[in-house]
Protein backbone atom coordinates (compact mmCIF):
# COMPACT_ATOMS: atom_id res chain seq x y z
CA UNK A 1 0.00 0.00 0.00
CA UNK A 2 2.74 2.09 0.72
CA UNK A 3 4.46 1.95 -2.47
CA UNK A 4 1.27 2.27 -4.13
CA UNK A 5 0.84 5.47 -2.60
CA UNK A 6 4.33 6.73 -3.69
CA UNK A 7 3.63 5.75 -7.28
CA UNK A 8 0.58 7.92 -7.30
CA UNK A 9 2.72 11.13 -5.70
CA UNK A 10 5.64 10.21 -7.94
CA UNK A 11 6.73 12.93 -9.93
CA UNK A 12 7.77 10.99 -12.67
CA UNK A 13 4.57 9.81 -12.93
CA UNK A 14 3.11 12.95 -13.34
CA UNK A 15 5.72 13.68 -16.15
CA UNK A 16 5.39 10.63 -18.03
CA UNK A 17 1.29 11.80 -18.06
CA UNK A 18 2.17 15.15 -19.01
CA UNK A 19 4.02 13.88 -22.29
CA UNK A 20 0.65 11.59 -22.91
CA UNK A 21 -1.60 15.12 -22.43
CA UNK A 22 0.94 16.99 -24.32
CA UNK A 23 0.62 14.28 -26.98
CA UNK A 24 -3.05 15.22 -27.62
CA UNK A 25 -2.22 19.28 -27.51
CA UNK A 26 -0.73 19.61 -30.92
CA UNK A 27 -4.52 20.54 -32.18
CA UNK A 28 -3.53 23.23 -33.95
CA UNK A 29 -1.49 21.20 -36.57
CA UNK A 30 -3.79 19.31 -37.40
CA UNK A 31 -5.96 22.44 -39.52
CA UNK A 32 -4.16 22.32 -42.90
CA UNK A 33 -5.77 18.37 -42.40
CA UNK A 34 -9.13 19.25 -41.75
CA UNK A 35 -9.39 22.75 -43.17
CA UNK A 36 -10.27 21.10 -46.59
CA UNK A 37 -13.35 19.50 -45.25
CA UNK A 38 -15.15 22.78 -44.01
CA UNK A 39 -13.80 24.42 -47.02
CA UNK A 40 -15.84 21.74 -49.32
CA UNK A 41 -18.37 21.22 -47.28
CA UNK A 42 -19.29 24.87 -46.11
CA UNK A 43 -18.28 26.49 -50.69
CA UNK A 44 -15.93 28.10 -48.46
CA UNK A 45 -12.84 30.17 -50.76
CA UNK A 46 -9.18 30.26 -49.41
CA UNK A 47 -9.56 33.67 -48.13
CA UNK A 48 -12.32 32.61 -45.89
CA UNK A 49 -10.58 29.56 -45.05
CA UNK A 50 -7.19 31.81 -44.18
CA UNK A 51 -9.82 33.75 -41.56
CA UNK A 52 -10.79 30.49 -39.61
CA UNK A 53 -7.02 29.83 -39.57
CA UNK A 54 -6.11 33.32 -37.96
CA UNK A 55 -8.75 32.03 -35.52
CA UNK A 56 -7.09 28.62 -35.04
CA UNK A 57 -3.41 30.53 -34.12
CA UNK A 58 -5.18 33.13 -31.78
CA UNK A 59 -6.85 30.35 -29.87
CA UNK A 60 -3.71 28.83 -29.69
CA UNK A 61 -1.72 31.43 -28.35
CA UNK A 62 -3.88 33.76 -26.49
CA UNK A 63 -3.24 31.79 -22.90
CA UNK A 64 -4.59 34.72 -20.27
CA UNK A 65 -7.87 32.99 -18.95
CA UNK A 66 -5.84 29.47 -18.70
CA UNK A 67 -2.62 30.52 -16.79
CA UNK A 68 -5.18 32.88 -14.90
CA UNK A 69 -7.44 29.48 -13.89
CA UNK A 70 -4.33 27.83 -13.11
CA UNK A 71 -3.68 30.01 -10.35
CA UNK A 72 -6.92 30.36 -8.65
CA UNK A 73 -8.10 27.00 -9.36
CA UNK A 74 -7.06 23.62 -8.49
CA UNK A 75 -5.05 22.16 -12.05
CA UNK A 76 -7.68 19.41 -12.38
CA UNK A 77 -10.17 21.88 -12.95
CA UNK A 78 -8.82 24.42 -15.14
CA UNK A 79 -8.13 20.56 -17.47
CA UNK A 80 -11.76 20.02 -17.41
CA UNK A 81 -12.39 23.11 -18.69
CA UNK A 82 -10.01 23.07 -21.28
CA UNK A 83 -11.19 19.70 -22.21
CA UNK A 84 -15.02 21.06 -22.42
CA UNK A 85 -13.89 23.58 -24.95
CA UNK A 86 -12.09 21.69 -26.70
CA UNK A 87 -14.96 19.05 -27.10
CA UNK A 88 -17.76 22.17 -27.17
CA UNK A 89 -15.82 24.23 -30.40
CA UNK A 90 -14.69 20.97 -32.65
CA UNK A 91 -17.57 19.44 -31.73
CA UNK A 92 -20.21 21.81 -32.69
CA UNK A 93 -17.77 22.51 -36.27
CA UNK A 94 -18.13 18.73 -36.45
CA UNK A 95 -22.30 18.60 -36.25
CA UNK A 96 -22.22 21.43 -38.80
CA UNK A 97 -19.50 20.32 -41.76
CA UNK A 98 -21.79 16.66 -41.27
CA UNK A 99 -25.13 18.74 -41.74
CA UNK A 100 -26.31 17.71 -38.04
CA UNK A 101 -26.48 21.10 -37.40
CA UNK A 102 -27.62 24.40 -39.72
CA UNK A 103 -24.53 26.74 -40.73
CA UNK A 104 -23.44 29.07 -38.89
CA UNK A 105 -21.72 32.39 -40.44
CA UNK A 106 -17.81 32.69 -41.03
CA UNK A 107 -17.98 34.74 -37.92
CA UNK A 108 -19.63 32.15 -35.63
CA UNK A 109 -17.49 29.71 -37.02
CA UNK A 110 -14.48 31.63 -35.84
CA UNK A 111 -15.81 31.51 -33.20
CA UNK A 112 -15.72 27.74 -32.69
CA UNK A 113 -12.57 27.50 -34.02
CA UNK A 114 -10.99 29.51 -31.58
CA UNK A 115 -12.63 28.42 -28.69
CA UNK A 116 -12.21 24.55 -29.62
CA UNK A 117 -8.29 25.24 -29.80
CA UNK A 118 -8.09 27.36 -27.03
CA UNK A 119 -8.74 24.41 -24.94
CA UNK A 120 -4.98 23.17 -25.86
CA UNK A 121 -3.73 26.36 -23.97
CA UNK A 122 -5.18 25.09 -20.80
CA UNK A 123 -3.58 21.30 -21.57
CA UNK A 124 -0.27 23.22 -22.39
CA UNK A 125 -0.01 25.65 -19.44
CA UNK A 126 -1.36 22.35 -16.52
CA UNK A 127 1.77 20.40 -17.74
CA UNK A 128 4.10 23.30 -17.87
CA UNK A 129 3.33 24.29 -14.42
CA UNK A 130 2.99 21.21 -12.26
CA UNK A 131 6.04 19.81 -14.25
CA UNK A 132 8.40 22.99 -13.48
CA UNK A 133 7.32 22.96 -10.05
CA UNK A 134 8.14 19.14 -10.04
CA UNK A 135 11.20 19.43 -11.54
CA UNK A 136 12.79 23.24 -11.13
CA UNK A 137 16.12 21.92 -11.49
CA UNK A 138 15.66 20.42 -14.40
CA UNK A 139 13.60 22.96 -16.36
CA UNK A 140 15.22 22.86 -19.64
CA UNK A 141 14.75 19.41 -20.41
CA UNK A 142 11.30 18.97 -18.96
CA UNK A 143 9.73 22.07 -21.03
CA UNK A 144 12.32 20.59 -24.05
CA UNK A 145 10.20 17.16 -23.91
CA UNK A 146 6.49 18.39 -22.87
CA UNK A 147 6.74 21.36 -25.95
CA UNK A 148 8.07 19.04 -28.02
CA UNK A 149 5.56 16.06 -27.63
CA UNK A 150 3.04 19.26 -28.35
CA UNK A 151 4.95 19.53 -31.51
CA UNK A 152 4.14 15.62 -32.37
CA UNK A 153 1.01 15.85 -31.71
CA UNK A 154 -0.37 16.35 -35.11
CA UNK A 155 1.77 13.27 -36.28
CA UNK A 156 0.63 10.95 -33.75
CA UNK A 157 -3.33 12.43 -34.39
CA UNK A 158 -3.16 11.61 -38.20
CA UNK A 159 -1.43 7.45 -37.39
CA UNK A 160 -4.33 7.29 -35.54
CA UNK A 161 -6.46 8.50 -37.74
CA UNK A 162 -5.47 6.16 -40.64
CA UNK A 163 -6.50 3.31 -38.71
CA UNK A 164 -10.24 4.47 -38.27
CA UNK A 165 -9.70 4.59 -42.78
CA UNK A 166 -13.01 6.27 -42.62
CA UNK A 167 -14.08 7.33 -46.08
CA UNK A 168 -15.93 10.31 -44.42
CA UNK A 169 -13.03 13.05 -44.06
CA UNK A 170 -14.97 14.80 -41.56
CA UNK A 171 -14.36 11.71 -38.89
CA UNK A 172 -11.27 13.27 -38.31
CA UNK A 173 -12.97 16.69 -36.91
CA UNK A 174 -14.82 14.64 -34.44
CA UNK A 175 -11.54 12.74 -33.69
CA UNK A 176 -10.06 15.89 -32.89
CA UNK A 177 -13.48 17.12 -30.90
CA UNK A 178 -13.51 13.71 -28.55
CA UNK A 179 -9.78 12.42 -28.48
CA UNK A 180 -8.20 15.26 -26.21
CA UNK A 181 -10.87 15.54 -24.39
CA UNK A 182 -11.20 11.79 -23.25
CA UNK A 183 -7.31 11.98 -22.80
CA UNK A 184 -7.25 14.76 -20.82
CA UNK A 185 -10.62 14.19 -18.62
CA UNK A 186 -8.84 10.19 -18.08
CA UNK A 187 -5.14 11.93 -17.12
CA UNK A 188 -6.59 15.37 -14.85
CA UNK A 189 -6.19 14.47 -11.43
CA UNK A 190 -2.48 12.94 -12.17
CA UNK A 191 -1.12 15.88 -13.70
CA UNK A 192 -0.69 18.47 -10.73
CA UNK A 193 2.20 19.39 -8.71
CA UNK A 194 3.15 16.92 -5.80
CA UNK A 195 5.09 17.14 -2.57
CA UNK A 196 8.41 15.48 -1.17
CA UNK A 197 12.14 16.29 -2.39
CA UNK A 198 12.33 18.27 -5.81
CA UNK A 199 15.92 18.84 -5.95
CA UNK A 200 18.16 16.64 -8.42
CA UNK A 201 18.96 12.99 -7.49
CA UNK A 202 21.37 10.64 -8.91
CA UNK A 203 18.55 8.49 -11.02
CA UNK A 204 17.68 11.55 -12.88
CA UNK A 205 19.81 12.01 -15.33
CA UNK A 206 19.77 8.30 -16.18
CA UNK A 207 16.01 8.88 -16.36
CA UNK A 208 16.21 11.97 -18.71
CA UNK A 209 18.71 10.34 -21.09
CA UNK A 210 16.11 7.23 -20.71
CA UNK A 211 12.90 9.42 -21.90
CA UNK A 212 15.51 11.32 -24.35
CA UNK A 213 16.42 7.86 -26.28
CA UNK A 214 12.47 7.26 -26.30
CA UNK A 215 11.71 10.75 -28.11
CA UNK A 216 14.76 10.40 -30.55
CA UNK A 217 13.17 6.07 -31.51
CA UNK A 218 9.57 8.03 -31.77
CA UNK A 219 10.94 10.40 -33.34
CA UNK A 220 13.20 8.30 -36.14
CA UNK A 221 9.90 5.93 -36.03
CA UNK A 222 7.16 8.53 -37.34
CA UNK A 223 9.84 9.64 -39.57
CA UNK A 224 9.99 6.30 -40.91
CA UNK A 225 6.21 5.84 -41.28
CA UNK A 226 5.32 9.20 -42.86
CA UNK A 227 7.88 7.91 -45.81
CA UNK A 228 6.56 4.82 -46.06
CA UNK A 229 3.28 5.54 -45.97
CA UNK A 230 3.63 8.67 -48.31
CA UNK A 231 5.45 6.46 -51.05
CA UNK A 232 3.55 2.99 -50.82
CA UNK A 233 0.33 2.21 -50.76
CA UNK A 234 -0.10 -0.40 -47.73
CA UNK A 235 -2.50 -2.73 -47.01
CA UNK A 236 -4.67 -1.66 -43.87
CA UNK A 237 -3.21 -5.00 -41.53
CA UNK A 238 0.50 -2.93 -41.79
CA UNK A 239 -1.08 0.86 -41.01
CA UNK A 240 -2.94 -0.81 -37.93
CA UNK A 241 0.72 -2.37 -36.96
CA UNK A 242 2.76 0.35 -37.26
CA UNK A 243 0.17 2.26 -34.87
CA UNK A 244 0.06 -0.01 -32.12
CA UNK A 245 4.03 0.39 -32.26
CA UNK A 246 3.32 4.14 -32.07
CA UNK A 247 1.07 3.27 -29.03
CA UNK A 248 4.11 0.52 -27.32
CA UNK A 249 6.45 3.75 -27.93
CA UNK A 250 4.20 6.18 -26.10
CA UNK A 251 4.24 3.63 -23.11
CA UNK A 252 7.35 2.96 -22.44
CA UNK A 253 8.47 6.21 -20.54
CA UNK A 254 5.96 4.52 -17.90
CA UNK A 255 8.80 2.05 -16.97
CA UNK A 256 10.52 5.19 -15.35
CA UNK A 257 7.90 5.44 -12.49
CA UNK A 258 6.97 1.81 -12.36
CA UNK A 259 10.77 1.40 -11.22
CA UNK A 260 11.34 4.12 -9.40
CA UNK A 261 8.03 3.38 -6.87
CA UNK A 262 8.36 -0.48 -6.39
CA UNK A 263 11.78 -1.64 -7.76
CA UNK A 264 14.27 1.47 -6.80
CA UNK A 265 12.48 3.41 -4.52
CA UNK A 266 14.38 7.37 -4.19
CA UNK A 267 16.10 8.06 -1.09
CA UNK A 268 14.10 9.93 1.32
CA UNK A 269 14.12 13.47 2.87
CA UNK A 270 17.19 13.28 5.67
CA UNK A 271 15.69 13.67 8.62
CA UNK A 272 17.31 16.79 9.39
CA UNK A 273 15.38 18.76 6.75
CA UNK A 274 12.04 16.67 7.72
CA UNK A 275 12.13 17.78 11.31
CA UNK A 276 12.65 21.48 10.10
CA UNK A 277 9.05 23.01 10.25
CA UNK A 278 7.68 24.34 7.34
CA UNK A 279 7.24 27.87 9.80
CA UNK A 280 10.48 27.83 10.50
CA UNK A 281 11.83 26.97 6.71
CA UNK A 282 9.68 30.28 5.97
CA UNK A 283 11.14 32.38 8.60
CA UNK A 284 14.70 31.08 8.04
CA UNK A 285 13.79 32.45 3.88
CA UNK A 286 12.25 35.40 5.13
CA UNK A 287 14.91 36.70 7.35
CA UNK A 288 17.59 35.84 4.41
CA UNK A 289 15.48 37.42 1.90
CA UNK A 290 15.29 40.39 3.85
CA UNK A 291 18.95 41.13 4.68
CA UNK A 292 20.00 40.25 0.99
CA UNK A 293 17.10 43.31 0.14
CA UNK A 294 18.54 45.63 2.07
CA UNK A 295 22.06 45.05 1.22
CA UNK A 296 21.61 44.23 -2.34
CA UNK A 297 21.72 47.69 -3.88
CA UNK A 298 24.86 48.97 -1.92
CA UNK A 299 26.79 45.69 -2.78
CA UNK A 300 26.04 46.53 -6.75
CA UNK A 301 26.92 49.92 -6.30
CA UNK A 302 30.31 49.22 -4.04
CA UNK A 303 31.50 45.52 -5.42
CA UNK A 304 34.55 46.07 -8.12
CA UNK A 305 33.74 44.67 -11.64
CA UNK A 306 36.55 42.14 -11.43
CA UNK A 307 34.44 40.41 -8.65
CA UNK A 308 32.03 38.87 -11.07
CA UNK A 309 34.68 37.33 -12.94
CA UNK A 310 36.40 35.20 -9.92
CA UNK A 311 35.39 31.84 -9.40
CA UNK A 312 32.13 30.94 -7.86
CA UNK A 313 33.68 30.50 -4.29
CA UNK A 314 35.95 33.35 -4.17
CA UNK A 315 33.33 35.84 -5.55
CA UNK A 316 30.78 34.88 -2.53
CA UNK A 317 33.69 35.51 -0.23
CA UNK A 318 34.54 38.63 -1.16
CA UNK A 319 30.28 39.53 -1.59
CA UNK A 320 30.03 38.14 2.13
CA UNK A 321 32.84 40.22 3.04
CA UNK A 322 31.63 43.90 1.24
CA UNK A 323 27.80 42.88 3.11
CA UNK A 324 29.29 42.87 6.33
CA UNK A 325 30.98 46.61 5.97
CA UNK A 326 28.06 47.62 4.76
CA UNK A 327 26.25 46.37 7.75
CA UNK A 328 28.67 47.74 9.85
CA UNK A 329 28.73 50.86 8.21
CA UNK A 330 24.64 51.09 8.16
CA UNK A 331 24.29 50.59 12.04
CA UNK A 332 26.84 53.32 12.87
CA UNK A 333 24.88 55.73 10.36
CA UNK A 334 27.60 56.10 7.75
CA UNK A 335 25.34 54.68 4.87
CA UNK A 336 22.06 54.98 4.45
CA UNK A 337 20.45 51.47 3.03
CA UNK A 338 18.44 51.80 -0.15
CA UNK A 339 15.19 48.97 0.45
CA UNK A 340 14.15 48.01 -3.61
CA UNK A 341 11.06 48.33 -4.84
CA UNK A 342 9.70 44.99 -6.39
CA UNK A 343 11.42 41.57 -7.12
CA UNK A 344 14.96 41.05 -8.33
CA UNK A 345 15.67 39.05 -11.60
CA UNK A 346 15.08 35.80 -10.22
CA UNK A 347 12.36 36.06 -8.03
CA UNK A 348 8.80 35.53 -8.31
CA UNK A 349 7.39 38.34 -10.67
CA UNK A 350 3.88 38.89 -11.22
CA UNK A 351 2.50 39.67 -15.02
CA UNK A 352 2.55 43.72 -13.91
CA UNK A 353 5.90 43.48 -12.43
CA UNK A 354 7.84 41.98 -15.40
CA UNK A 355 5.99 43.87 -18.55
CA UNK A 356 8.01 46.78 -17.09
CA UNK A 357 11.42 44.67 -17.18
CA UNK A 358 13.65 44.95 -19.92
CA UNK A 359 14.87 41.70 -19.99
CA UNK A 360 10.98 40.49 -20.16
CA UNK A 361 10.59 42.59 -23.65
CA UNK A 362 13.30 41.47 -25.21
CA UNK A 363 12.75 38.04 -24.71
CA UNK A 364 9.22 38.93 -26.27
CA UNK A 365 10.23 40.93 -29.04
CA UNK A 366 13.16 38.26 -29.83
CA UNK A 367 10.75 35.11 -29.68
CA UNK A 368 8.69 37.42 -32.41
CA UNK A 369 11.06 38.09 -34.97
CA UNK A 370 12.32 34.00 -34.27
CA UNK A 371 9.59 32.11 -34.00
CA UNK A 372 7.52 34.02 -35.83
CA UNK A 373 9.14 33.89 -39.27
CA UNK A 374 9.71 29.96 -38.59
CA UNK A 375 5.63 29.99 -37.96
CA UNK A 376 5.72 31.74 -41.03
CA UNK A 377 7.24 28.74 -42.84
CA UNK A 378 5.17 27.14 -41.42
CA UNK A 379 1.71 28.08 -42.95
CA UNK A 380 3.29 28.59 -46.35
CA UNK A 381 5.27 25.52 -46.24
CA UNK A 382 2.67 24.23 -49.44
CA UNK A 383 3.23 27.17 -51.64
CA UNK A 384 6.95 27.57 -51.07
CA UNK A 385 7.69 23.90 -52.07
CA UNK A 386 5.31 24.54 -55.25
CA UNK A 387 6.98 27.66 -56.45
CA UNK A 388 10.41 25.89 -56.42
CA UNK A 389 8.60 23.05 -58.42
CA UNK A 390 8.17 20.17 -55.72
CA UNK A 391 5.11 18.66 -56.22
CA UNK A 392 4.41 16.38 -53.19
CA UNK A 393 4.56 19.33 -50.56
CA UNK A 394 3.51 16.72 -47.55
CA UNK A 395 6.51 15.33 -47.17
CA UNK A 396 8.01 19.05 -45.75
CA UNK A 397 4.76 19.23 -43.88
CA UNK A 398 5.70 15.69 -42.43
CA UNK A 399 9.42 16.70 -42.04
CA UNK A 400 9.49 20.11 -40.28
CA UNK A 401 6.76 18.10 -38.01
CA UNK A 402 9.74 15.88 -36.49
CA UNK A 403 12.17 18.80 -36.99
CA UNK A 404 10.45 20.97 -34.78
CA UNK A 405 9.87 18.11 -32.60
CA UNK A 406 14.15 17.37 -32.38
CA UNK A 407 14.28 20.90 -31.79
CA UNK A 408 12.38 21.46 -28.92
CA UNK A 409 14.12 18.33 -27.21
CA UNK A 410 17.51 19.26 -28.30
CA UNK A 411 16.97 22.94 -27.63
CA UNK A 412 15.88 21.53 -23.80
CA UNK A 413 18.77 19.13 -23.52
CA UNK A 414 21.76 21.70 -24.66
CA UNK A 415 20.41 24.79 -22.99
CA UNK A 416 20.09 22.61 -20.13
CA UNK A 417 24.08 22.02 -20.66
CA UNK A 418 25.14 25.03 -21.50
CA UNK A 419 23.51 26.48 -17.82
CA UNK A 420 24.48 23.99 -15.56
CA UNK A 421 27.97 22.83 -17.06
CA UNK A 422 28.82 26.45 -18.01
CA UNK A 423 26.70 28.82 -15.94
CA UNK A 424 26.23 30.45 -18.95
CA UNK A 425 22.60 32.12 -19.78
CA UNK A 426 20.09 30.21 -21.18
CA UNK A 427 18.88 32.73 -23.86
CA UNK A 428 22.35 32.02 -25.48
CA UNK A 429 21.05 28.91 -26.86
CA UNK A 430 18.19 30.68 -28.20
CA UNK A 431 20.81 33.07 -30.03
CA UNK A 432 22.48 29.95 -31.59
CA UNK A 433 18.74 28.40 -32.75
CA UNK A 434 17.86 32.17 -34.76
CA UNK A 435 21.58 32.30 -36.09
CA UNK A 436 20.60 28.82 -37.56
CA UNK A 437 17.09 29.71 -39.12
CA UNK A 438 18.54 33.19 -40.54
CA UNK A 439 20.45 30.45 -42.24
CA UNK A 440 17.60 28.44 -43.43
CA UNK A 441 15.05 31.44 -44.72
CA UNK A 442 18.83 32.09 -47.45
CA UNK A 443 18.35 28.63 -48.52
CA UNK A 444 14.78 29.10 -49.43
CA UNK A 445 15.63 32.58 -50.79
CA UNK A 446 18.07 31.21 -53.59
CA UNK A 447 16.32 27.97 -54.58
CA UNK A 448 19.75 25.77 -54.36
CA UNK A 449 19.19 22.51 -55.91
CA UNK A 450 18.03 20.13 -52.50
CA UNK A 451 17.25 23.93 -50.76
CA UNK A 452 13.55 23.32 -48.97
CA UNK A 453 15.00 19.83 -47.44
CA UNK A 454 17.82 21.63 -46.11
CA UNK A 455 15.83 24.58 -44.96
CA UNK A 456 12.51 22.66 -43.54
CA UNK A 457 15.32 20.65 -41.12
CA UNK A 458 17.08 24.32 -40.17
CA UNK A 459 13.75 26.22 -39.52
CA UNK A 460 12.01 23.29 -38.20
CA UNK A 461 14.99 22.81 -35.82
CA UNK A 462 15.17 26.51 -34.95
CA UNK A 463 11.49 27.02 -34.17
CA UNK A 464 11.28 24.08 -32.25
CA UNK A 465 14.19 25.20 -29.93
CA UNK A 466 12.80 28.64 -28.94
CA UNK A 467 9.44 26.36 -27.27
CA UNK A 468 12.09 24.68 -24.99
CA UNK A 469 13.86 27.90 -24.18
CA UNK A 470 11.72 30.44 -23.67
CA UNK A 471 10.03 29.10 -20.93
CA UNK A 472 12.64 27.60 -19.19
CA UNK A 473 14.26 31.03 -19.25
CA UNK A 474 11.21 33.04 -18.28
CA UNK A 475 11.09 31.08 -15.38
CA UNK A 476 14.66 31.15 -14.03
CA UNK A 477 14.31 35.05 -14.80
CA UNK A 478 10.99 35.97 -13.27
CA UNK A 479 9.82 33.22 -11.02
CA UNK A 480 7.38 30.04 -10.86
CA UNK A 481 4.45 31.57 -8.73
CA UNK A 482 2.78 33.55 -11.64
CA UNK A 483 4.71 31.15 -15.10
CA UNK A 484 0.94 30.15 -16.18
CA UNK A 485 0.73 34.22 -16.78
CA UNK A 486 3.84 35.29 -18.17
CA UNK A 487 4.24 32.19 -20.11
CA UNK A 488 0.92 32.82 -21.71
CA UNK A 489 1.55 36.61 -22.47
CA UNK A 490 5.08 35.20 -24.28
CA UNK A 491 3.34 33.25 -26.70
CA UNK A 492 1.45 36.37 -27.99
CA UNK A 493 4.81 36.50 -30.13
CA UNK A 494 3.79 33.77 -32.48
CA UNK A 495 0.64 34.89 -33.92
CA UNK A 496 1.68 38.66 -33.46
CA UNK A 497 5.02 37.44 -35.81
CA UNK A 498 3.23 35.53 -38.05
CA UNK A 499 0.69 38.23 -38.78
CA UNK A 500 3.67 40.81 -39.71
CA UNK A 501 5.37 38.22 -42.00
CA UNK A 502 2.71 35.98 -42.99
CA UNK A 503 -0.17 38.24 -43.10
CA UNK A 504 1.74 41.37 -44.15
CA UNK A 505 4.82 40.58 -46.24
CA UNK A 506 4.77 36.74 -47.14
CA UNK A 507 1.09 37.69 -48.92
CA UNK A 508 1.68 41.11 -50.31
CA UNK A 509 5.10 39.97 -51.63
CA UNK A 510 3.51 36.45 -53.40
CA UNK A 511 0.13 38.14 -54.83
CA UNK A 512 1.99 41.20 -56.76
CA UNK A 513 4.70 38.40 -58.15
CA UNK A 514 1.94 36.64 -59.16
CA UNK A 515 0.28 39.08 -60.96
CA UNK A 516 3.40 40.00 -62.64
CA UNK A 517 3.01 36.20 -64.17
CA UNK A 518 -0.44 36.45 -65.03
CA UNK A 519 -0.09 39.43 -67.20
CA UNK A 520 3.02 37.46 -68.95
CA UNK A 521 1.96 35.42 -71.58
CA UNK A 522 5.56 33.47 -72.40
CA UNK A 523 5.70 32.99 -68.64
CA UNK A 524 2.29 31.63 -68.74
CA UNK A 525 3.07 28.55 -71.39
CA UNK A 526 6.20 28.03 -69.25
CA UNK A 527 4.36 27.38 -66.17
CA UNK A 528 2.19 24.34 -66.37
CA UNK A 529 -1.95 24.67 -65.62
CA UNK A 530 -1.82 28.48 -65.33
CA UNK A 531 -2.98 28.88 -68.90
CA UNK A 532 -6.40 27.45 -67.74
CA UNK A 533 -6.51 29.64 -64.44
CA UNK A 534 -8.84 32.56 -65.71
CA UNK A 535 -10.85 29.81 -67.37
CA UNK A 536 -11.39 27.44 -64.32
CA UNK A 537 -12.12 30.64 -62.02
CA UNK A 538 -9.31 30.35 -59.47
CA UNK A 539 -9.65 32.99 -56.59
CA UNK A 540 -5.83 34.32 -57.63
CA UNK A 541 -3.00 33.49 -59.74
CA UNK A 542 -0.33 30.88 -58.99
CA UNK A 543 3.07 32.36 -58.56
CA UNK A 544 6.49 29.96 -59.72
CA UNK A 545 9.70 30.41 -59.05
CA UNK A 546 12.42 31.78 -56.87
CA UNK A 547 11.29 35.53 -56.94
CA UNK A 548 8.00 34.11 -55.83
CA UNK A 549 9.74 33.94 -51.65
CA UNK A 550 12.66 35.49 -52.06
CA UNK A 551 12.59 38.77 -51.07
CA UNK A 552 10.12 37.67 -47.93
CA UNK A 553 12.70 34.75 -47.22
CA UNK A 554 15.85 37.34 -47.09
CA UNK A 555 13.59 40.21 -44.65
CA UNK A 556 13.11 36.99 -42.37
CA UNK A 557 16.59 36.22 -42.76
CA UNK A 558 17.53 39.79 -41.81
CA UNK A 559 14.82 39.71 -38.36
CA UNK A 560 15.95 36.49 -37.41
CA UNK A 561 19.88 38.23 -36.94
CA UNK A 562 18.19 41.35 -35.05
CA UNK A 563 16.78 38.32 -33.30
CA UNK A 564 19.91 37.30 -32.87
CA UNK A 565 21.14 40.30 -31.51
CA UNK A 566 18.22 41.08 -28.61
CA UNK A 567 18.93 37.60 -27.53
CA UNK A 568 22.60 38.53 -26.69
CA UNK A 569 21.79 41.64 -25.29
CA UNK A 570 19.62 39.34 -22.64
CA UNK A 571 22.57 37.25 -22.04
CA UNK A 572 24.75 40.11 -21.65
CA UNK A 573 22.28 41.30 -19.12
CA UNK A 574 21.36 38.24 -17.09
CA UNK A 575 24.93 37.00 -17.01
CA UNK A 576 25.27 37.52 -12.96
CA UNK A 577 21.68 36.18 -12.64
CA UNK A 578 22.58 32.91 -14.01
CA UNK A 579 25.62 32.58 -11.90
CA UNK A 580 23.90 32.86 -9.00
CA UNK A 581 21.28 30.59 -9.96
CA UNK A 582 23.03 27.25 -11.02
CA UNK A 583 27.25 29.24 -10.15
CA UNK A 584 26.56 27.87 -6.75
CA UNK A 585 25.58 24.36 -7.23
CA UNK A 586 28.27 24.09 -9.70
CA UNK A 587 30.93 24.94 -7.66
CA UNK A 588 29.29 22.52 -4.67
CA UNK A 589 29.27 19.84 -7.32
CA UNK A 590 33.02 20.43 -8.19
CA UNK A 591 34.21 20.75 -4.54
Same mark, same amino acid.
Given at each position: ?????????????????????????????????????????????????????????????????????????????????????????????????????????????????? /??????????????????????????????? !????????????????????????????????????????????????? #?????????????????????????????????????????????????? /???????????????????????????????????????? #???????????????????????????????????????????????????? =??????????????????????????????????????????????????????????????????????????? #???????????????????? /???????????????????????????? #????????????????? !??????????????????????? =??????????????????????????????????????????????? /?????????????????????????????????????????????
Amino acid at each position: MEKLKSFFSNRWLVFVAAMWMQSWAGIGYLFGSISPVIKSSLNYNQRQIARLGVAKDLGDSVGFLAGTLCEVLPLWAALLIGALKNFVGYGWVWLIVTGRAPPLPLWAMCILIF /VGTNGETYFNTAALVSCVQNFPKSRGPVVGI !LKGFAGLGGAIMTQIYAVIHSPDHASLIFMVAVGPAMVIIALMFIVRPV #GGHKQVRPTDDMSFTFIYSVCLLLAAYLMGVMLVEDLVDLNHSVIIIFTV /VLFFLLLVPFVIPISLSFFYPEPRISEEESLLSATQKQEA #GKSEADANEVIFSEVEDEKPKEVDLLPALERQKRIAQLQTKLFQAAAEGAVR =VKRRRGPRRGEDFTLTQALIKADFWLIFFSLLLGSGSGLTVIDNLGQMSQSLGYDNTHIFVSMISIWNFLGRVGG #GYFSEIVVRDYTYPRPVAMA /VAQLIMAVGHLFIAFGWPGAMHIATILI #GLGYGAHWAIVPAAASE !LFGLKKFGALYNFLTLANPAGSL =VFSGLIASSIYDREAEKQAHQPHLMHQIPGSIFQGILGQDAPKCHGV /VCFFLTSVIMSVFCVIAFLLSMILVHRTRIVYTNLYGKSRSSGLS
